[in-house]
């Protein structure tokens, strides 16, 4: 809004107050785009209106025309606003001016039915206006014809020596006693300021009942610096107030106003478009596209939102343009490149999500990050396409890579148990076997050596194995004792608070020691890792040590 502004602004700083009747229509240009881009701006209407008076040839016929337009495209826009008061009081003077009575009594009969801040000052002037002057001259011919009829028939029954039509007549000719015409013109203000006080009664019951919200709105206008939280609550109730009690009209212009001073916050964008899904699959496609092109470029939720809004319309090719073009603006958001890959997998484009994850694990800035993604391409190999042996090479080739990723191992040893575990059974050792003799910390390898031996109690097909996983266990278990006994001695600090200490993402390992739920959430897991060991196997019980 400011920007329109501070363009005819500038003209008059240079002290040349006619230099806009030059360049009337690169000015009026950019009066449109700014009433374009925000039509619920009283203010900029104003000026515009302003503008307009000043440069238009008051000789030409076409400018009252031109004029009365402007206003009116003005109230249309902005005039349910609840502080459009003054817009309207500026349309009512400059139809007094032009003598247009009529229009005058036009333009109050449809504000004393908006909800405004000033509804009592309209309500008095209106009053005012009838009071000064003549029922024909404000009233049209089909109104003055009509009230007339009515006060004529009301008149005939008022008592038995009144007759019907001869007290006053029923069209349009003069009264020629004067004392019956001041009874006319005096029944017909009245009459016509009763029509009006019902509803100002109904309008001010329905201002009392936004009059705290608006109170309570401090910032109207758009500004970088953050609302305040109660400002944002008072936003939230009011909406939500106007959406259960108002009309539709209303609840649009209050969104309007609310996405004005709320700007960058997505919650009203995303509230606003919702509620239009209701209404208008245009108008949820309009709130989208400001937001995400205008006020809100850099917001991945909206997107989200807007694109998932497009794939549900059955507009796939617009869902992946806005993924995609979010996704180069803001480069390495991991949720924007997922929502590409299931787009694309919900759609049977298989290749086309694979090709994307492929990429992201070669484009990654880091470790961590092409093991995320890494792990995600083998579940979809695996989970969709039903390859294990491509999915089983990614995670492989990722834990060559990350070699202390604990993560890159559960799901390597998921994908093995999920197939049939007698055939399968050398590579779930071989699994087990990586990360055992990787480099983990030594409290992360003795829990997958735990692992192992469970599995070959339970499913294992040769004894000597189960033997051999045994003491490779024993051994693990005497190592942590003895970097336990060095740490107690001084000599050297605990291998598992080392390991916190340089890498604190390796916190998440305790989820195999103890609270195996910690990752479930995004990775979900199978349960055969869960069990929840609170002391190591103690096989000790059952074999004496050589």
């Known amino acids: 809004m400011q920007g329109p502004l501070r363009f005819e602004d500038q003209d008059s700083a240079r002290g040349d107050q006619n230099i806009a009747m030059f360049y009337p229509t690169s000015t009026q240009m950019v009066y449109r785009r700014g009433l374009q881009a925000i039509p619920l701006s009283v203010d900029l209407w104003i000026h515009y209106i302003n503008f307009l008076k000043e440069t238009l040839d008051p000789a030409d016929p076409e400018t009252n025309t ?60 209106f009053k005012e206006h009838i009071q000064n002057n003549l029922p024909r001259d404000f009233l049209t011919t089909e109104q003055f014809v009509q009230l ?97 009690n108002g009309t539709h009209e209303r609840v649009v212009v209050l969104f309007e106003r609310c996405v004005i001073s709320c700007a960058l916050y997505e919650d009203f964008w995303i509230k606003y478009a919702k509620y239009m899904e209701n209404h208008s699959i245009e108008g949820v496609r309009h709130v989208y596209s400001r937001a995400c092109t205008i006020h809100l470029p850099k917001k991945p939720m909206v997107h989200m939102l807007w694109a998932a809004f497009e794939e549900q319309q059955g507009n796939i090719d617009e869902a992946r343009r806005i993924l995609k073009t979010f996704e180069e603006c803001i480069l390495g958001l991991a949720m924007i490149r997922l929502r590409r890959v299931s787009l694309e997998r919900r759609h049977g484009n298989m290749e086309e999500a694979e090709h994307l994850l492929e990429e992201a694990v070669r484009n990654a800035k880091s470790i961590s990050e092409s093991s995320f993604y890494a792990i995600k391409l083998a579940r979809h190999l695996f989970k969709v396409q039903k390859n294990l042996p491509k999915a089983r090479k990614v995670l492989s080739e990722a834990i060559e890579i990350d070699k202390e ?83 107690e001695n001084g000599s050297e600090e605990p291998d598992e608070k080392k390991m ?41 019980q059952y074999y004496h040590p050589t």
């Open 66 to 125: 031109t004029i009365r337009g402007a206003y009116e495209h003005a109230v249309l826009a902005a005039g349910t606003d609840f502080r459009s008061d003054r817009l309207w009081e500026m349309y009512i003077n400059w139809e007094n001016d032009q003598g247009n009575l009529r229009e005058v009594t036009s333009i109050y009969d449809r504000i004393l039915g908006i909800p405004t801040q000033l509804y009592s000052h309209h309500f008095q002037r």
């Open 148 to 244: 007339r009829r009515e006060l004529a028939s009301v008149n005939g029954h008022s008592g038995e020596e009144a007759q019907p039509g001869d007290d006053l007549p029923s069209g349009t000719e003069d009264i020629t006693d004067p004392a019956k015409l001041i009874t006319e013109i005096e029944n017909m203000r009245h009459r016509i300021i009763e029509i009006h006080q019902e509803m100002f009664n109904h309008n001010e019951h329905e201002v009392s009942k936004r009059w705290t919200f608006e109170e309570a709105i401090r910032r109207p206008y758009f500004h970088v610096k953050p609302l305040e939280k109660i400002q944002l609550k008072n936003w939230k109730e009011y909406l939500e107030f106007e959406i259960e």
């Open 405 to 487: 990723n604990t993560k890159l191992y559960l799901n390597l040893l998921e994908m093995e148990y999920s197939g049939d575990l007698k055939q399968n059974e050398e590579n779930i050792l071989s699994c087990f076997d990586k990360a055992v003799n990787g480099a983990l910390s030594i409290k992360m390898r003795i829990t997958f050596s735990q692992r192992k031996v469970e599995f070959l109690e339970d499913f294992g097909s040769d004894v000597n194995k189960l033997l051999d996983a045994y003491d490779e266990h024993q051994a693990l278990l005497k190592e942590q004792d003895s970097l336990k006994r060095r740490a």
């Open 500 to 540: 916190l200490t340089d890498d604190p993402t390796l916190a998440s390992a305790q989820m195999m020691d103890g609270d195996m739920q910690v990752n479930q959430a995004a990775y979900n897991y199978n349960a055969w890792y869960q069990y929840n060991y609170q002391n190591a196997w103690n096989y000790g």
